[in-house]
């Protein structure tokens, strides 16, 4: 019978994933932003991509956003969605009709992080993460606010 990790495991395990992905991401992101926007865009619209400045633009403020989120573990689902349909994009436009390997430009890496961004998304991103000890903060207050008796005022 098979056994998923849990506790610190299962969240140092998603830590290093969430990291790793970000790294990676941060570093597609950075690779455009040293190239330049409008040479960027001259790249996408070579692939076919629609409104080409628009669309690099979009990709890099995805990729940015992703990257931090990711890291941090907060909010992730929104983005993670952004980043799929980014790396959606880039298979339709660019790597799809190259095959599966990366040595002929296929689309291995841009589906390996669709895998990683939605096995994260769905996992959540763990104890080590700002959404947890926003989570930990909001518990907290709850019982606080539970703790203090209530005043009944008299008129």
Known sequence: MYRSLTGT?????????RLLLAYIMVMHAWKKINAG??????????????????AASFTIVVELVFS?????GCRMVVPAGFMTFVMAGAIWFVHGKNGL?????GWALVGTIICA??????????????????AERAERRIAQ?????RQVISV
């Open 9 to 17: 495991p299962r969240d140092v395990v998603l830590l290093v994933g």
């Open 37 to 54: 926007l409008f040479d960027t865009a001259a790249v996408f619209a070579k692939y076919g991509i629609p409104i080409a400045i628009a």
């Open 68 to 72: 931090a989120s990711v890291a941090l």
């Open 101 to 105: 390997f990366m040595a002929d430009n």
């Open 117 to 134: 961004t939605l096995a994260l998304a769905v996992a959540g991103p763990g104890r080590f993460s700002l959404d947890a000890v926003l």
């Open 145 to 149: 606010t539970r703790a203090i008796p």
